[in-house]
């Protein structure tokens, strides 16, 4: 009797699981696709094939399961600047982990283009919906960045008449213009960072330019 409680319990389990992702998956879609205001709830369960009532469920409401999209993108991303950005001890380090930073955070878009979609329509829209996930996530990654420059010119590995805050926003900026500017880059060059070779190309390129602005003369 009670193996058999423990096996519909895994599997009522494995089911919430289910469903979960199912509408996760359609309101990433569609949100991508239409915006927020442009979904409704029966749309978002017709894509997803489960019941209405499930979206109260897990997110209690349409709401929540907008927040829980970018809040478990955010989780990812945030992980990932937490685990690379750790204070350098040499100036090949700082390169070598901002290198495997941008990387990382190219190879999300790559993986995840309808919820960076998403990211970049709120932003510019200014959306009061993800304020939240913004302040917790994104723009602690941010926060992390600035974090690792500041480090970096307390052990004189890069300039210090430069303002750590201000020179993450500039290199942050260039990163996420990339992802912007792919389209343009896609349609009329014929380059894309889904390329492994000429995304390996633009982070040398971008890496050596900005890292020679940055370098403190002493390790010249």
Request: glycine content about 4%.
């Amino acid at each position: 009797m009670k193996t058999k409680k423990r096996s519909e319990r895994r599997h009522r389990s494995r089911t919430n699981e289910s469903t979960r992702e199912l509408l996760l998956s359609a309101a990433i879609k569609l949100f991508a696709l239409k915006g927020y205001d442009g979904v409704s709830i029966k749309q978002l369960v017709e894509e997803a094939g489960v019941n209405v009532s499930l979206v109260s469920y897990h997110f209690g409401g349409k709401e929540g399961l907008y927040r829980a999209c970018l809040d478990e993108f955010g989780q990812a991303n945030l992980a990932t600047a937490e685990r690379l950005l750790h204070p350098a001890s040499s100036c090949e380090e700082f390169k070598v982990r901002l290198r495997v930073f941008v990387d990382e955070f190219f190879r999300s878009y790559i993986e995840e283009p309808d919820l960076t979609k998403i990211i970049q329509r709120d932003i510019d829209l200014d959306n009061p919906i993800s304020e939240d996930v913004f302040r917790k996530r994104f723009l602690k990654i941010f926060e992390k960045l600035v974090e690792f420059f500041s480090s970096a010119q307390k052990k004189n590995i890069i300039r210090q008449d430069l303002d750590p805050q201000l020179s993450s926003g500039v290199f942050f900026g260039a990163v996420v213009n990339m992802i912007r500017m792919e389209p343009i880059a896609r349609k009329y060059f014929g380059n894309s960072i889904k390329d492994l070779n000429y995304r390996n190309n633009a982070l040398d390129h971008m890496l050596k330019i900005f890292f020679s602005g940055l370098r403190s003369t002493s390790n010249e």
